[in-house]
């Protein structure tokens, strides 16, 4: 799926998509839940209440930089909480290079945080070794984010997920650490938006008049903006999560903005009494 704002493109290549088996992120989302918010379906959600979700990276091709904004799960890392994300054997690298953005093309690796699910493809493993997947390209990383994970990761899971994805490019001499305010060109900029984890970062396009925001994690999903209360279990801080979602909508509600989640696509959002619903824009 494609999308313009002025002279930027957005290109969603898909990891992963799911359908329901997200009660564990979300454990407020019932499917009765779901059901009394009809605008979520059928783009968002099954007739039945079952989310729909997807695991994905969002390159961005600007005048003068091709940009890939989170890298999903990876292959061959093992450690993680979900079985299915173990050891998997994708073709995610090739599926990049046929939608027309080799690894070698790209220039900068942004990750709006540092979870599992944002990192993966940073790396590949190559003799056993782990290597930067995109040869060329400087990855940004928020410092607050590298520095929380840095001297936190004390959970397994958590030790395994920045050991092979996140320390390697730190030893390659490949990352940069950014501000969350940070301005990567003339169209990309950051928006601090912390409480989904410690540096969380949503990055804001502006070009030709027009405007985008790739809200990250900010929500999993559109049923977020409705309850803005509904905290993922993966929140680092649910009340400053919460805070943050109202902010960051309420900043970009009615407003013709384009706005494309970590985990679902692009829409615009509409105020609806003291929250806020998503219309769904197809490609």
């Not at 909480?81 to 990049?96: D, I």
């Not at 390697?168 to 301005?183: E, F, M, Q, T, Y």
């Not at 008049?209 to 993922?232: I, N, T, Y």
């Amino acid at each position: 799926m494609q999308w313009k704002v002025g002279q930027v493109k957005i290109t969603k290549v898909v990891e992963m998509e799911t359908v329901g088996s997200t009660r564990f992120i979300l454990p407020l989302a019932s499917n009765d839940e779901i059901q009394k918010l009809p605008w979520l379906i059928p783009h968002f959600a099954t007739e039945e209440g079952r989310l729909k979700m997807s695991i994905h990276s969002l390159v961005l091709e600007t005048p003068s930089q091709r940009i890939v904004v989170d890298t999903g799960l990876g292959n061959d890392k093992q450690g993680r909480n979900v079985p299915v994300w173990n050891s998997r054997n994708t073709p995610f690298p090739e599926m990049m290079a046929a939608a027309g953005f080799p690894p070698e093309s790209i220039d900068t690796v942004l990750c709006t945080h540092l979870h599992v699910d944002h990192v993966g493809w940073n790396t590949k493993l190559v003799g056993g070794k782990w290597v930067p997947t995109f040869p060329r390209a400087r990855y940004l990383f928020g410092r607050t984010e590298y520095e929380h994970w840095r001297d936190h990761s004390t959970e397994p899971d958590k030790q395994a997920v920045f050991n092979d994805s996140v320390k390697p490019i730190v030893d390659s001499d490949r990352a940069d650490l950014i501000p969350g305010d940070h301005r990567l060109s003339d169209e990309i900029s950051m928006i601090p938006t912390p409480g989904h984890s410690a540096g969380h970062m949503s990055v804001l396009i502006r070009s030709e008049g027009e405007q985008g925001l790739l809200a990250g994690d900010v929500a999993h999903h559109p049923c977020q903006m409705a309850h803005l209360g509904w905290s993922s279990t993966a929140d680092f801080d649910q009340n400053q999560a919460a805070a943050t979602r109202a902010a960051l909508f309420g900043r970009f509600a009615d407003t013709p903005t384009l706005v494309i989640g970590g985990h679902f696509s692009a829409g615009h959002i509409k105020r609806d009494g003291d929250a806020f619903r998503f219309v769904a824009l197809q490609s």
